[in-house]
C-alpha cells in the first residue's frame, strides 16, 4: 500500500514570487508520481509525472518536480507564480507496474496567489 | 480527440434513494477509474474497469457498484444514498500501461439531501 503528505493544506505567495509545495510518499514498492493541479469546479488535470529516468521533471506552464528517492519526496516548485495560478494542486503516487492505474492522493495544498 | 466526458454535471437526490452517474472515456482508452472526492475525505479510489471486468476496488460499501459496456463507457451505481455519499465523482480513463497519464472528466457533482 502507498500513501502520500502534503505537508501544507494552504499556502498563499504573492504574484511573481517562487513556490514550493511539498509532497512525501510512502510505499514498500517502486512508484509513478504525479502533480495535479484542480481549478474551481473542474476535474483534475496532469501537471507531469515521474516515470523513470531524469528525476528532474517540468511541465508546459513552468512548474517542475524533482523525485528524491532517498528522501522519498517529489516538490513541486515554479520560480515565478502567476494569479492564473491560483488553483489546488494534489500529488499521487501508484504502483510502477504494467497493470496498475490506481492512484493514491494527498489531501492536496490550496495554492492563492496574490496580487 | 473529446475528453473524459461525465453526466450529469450535478443532481440531488434523497436519502434512501439510488443514482447512477455515467462516464464516457477518451476514446480508445479501455481502463476507466470513478474516485470521490469530498472536503473531509479528499480523493478516494471508488474502483476501476478494463475490458468489462472490475480490476480493483477501493474501500467503499457494496452499495457503490459499477459496470463497464463493451464500447468502454461506464456507469456506477450508489443504492440507498446517505447523507455522507454527497461528494463529487470523477471518473477517469487511460491506456493500458501503468504509468500512462490518466485523465480525469470534469465529474459530477452529487448532493444528497
Known amino acids: 500500500a502507498q500513501s502520500v503528505t502534503q505537508l501544507d493544506s494552504q499556502v498563499p505567495v504573492f504574484e511573481e514570487a517562487p513556490v514550493e509545495l511539498r509532497c512525501n510518499y510512502s510505499s514498500s514498492v517502486s512508484v509513478y508520481l504525479f502533480w495535479y493541479v484542480q481549478y474551481p469546479n473542474q476535474g483534475l488535470q496532469l501537471l507531469l509525472k515521474?516515470?523513470?529516468?531524469?528525476?528532474l521533471v517540468e511541465s508546459i506552464n513552468g512548474f517542475e518536480a524533482e523525485f528524491n528517492k532517498s528522501q522519498t519526496s517529489f516538490h513541486l516548485r515554479k520560480p515565478s507564480v502567476h494569479i492564473s495560478d491560483t488553483a489546488e494542486y494534489f500529488c499521487?503516487?501508484?504502483?510502477?507496474?504494467?497493470?496498475?492505474?490506481?492512484?493514491?492522493f494527498g489531501s492536496g495544498t490550496q495554492l492563492t496567489v496574490l496580487p | 480527440k473529446a475528453g473524459v466526458t461525465q453526466t450529469p454535471r450535478y443532481l440531488i437526490k434523497t436519502r434512501g434513494q439510488q443514482v447512477t452517474l455515467s462516464c464516457s472515456p477518451i476514446s480508445g482508452h479501455r481502463s476507466v477509474s470513478w474516485y470521490q472526492q469530498t472536503p473531509g475525505q479528499g480523493l478516494q479510489f471508488l474502483f476501476e474497469y478494463f475490458s468489462e471486468t472490475q480490476r480493483n476496488k477501493g474501500n467503499f460499501p457494496g452499495r457503490f457498484s459499477g459496470r463497464q459496456f463493451s464500447n468502454s463507457r461506464s456507469e456506477m451505481n450508489v443504492s440507498t444514498l446517505e447523507l455522507g455519499d454527497s461528494a463529487l465523482y470523477l471518473c477517469?480513463?487511460?491506456?493500458?500501461?501503468?504509468?500512462?497519464?490518466?485523465?480525469f472528466g470534469e465529474g459530477s457533482w452529487l448532493t444528497v439531501v
Open positions: 499521487a503516487v501508484s504502483e510502477a507496474r504494467g497493470s496498475a492505474r490506481q492512484l493514491t
Open positions: 515521474y516515470l523513470s529516468g531524469s528525476t
Open positions: 477517469a480513463s487511460s491506456e493500458l500501461a501503468s504509468g500512462n497519464t490518466i485523465y
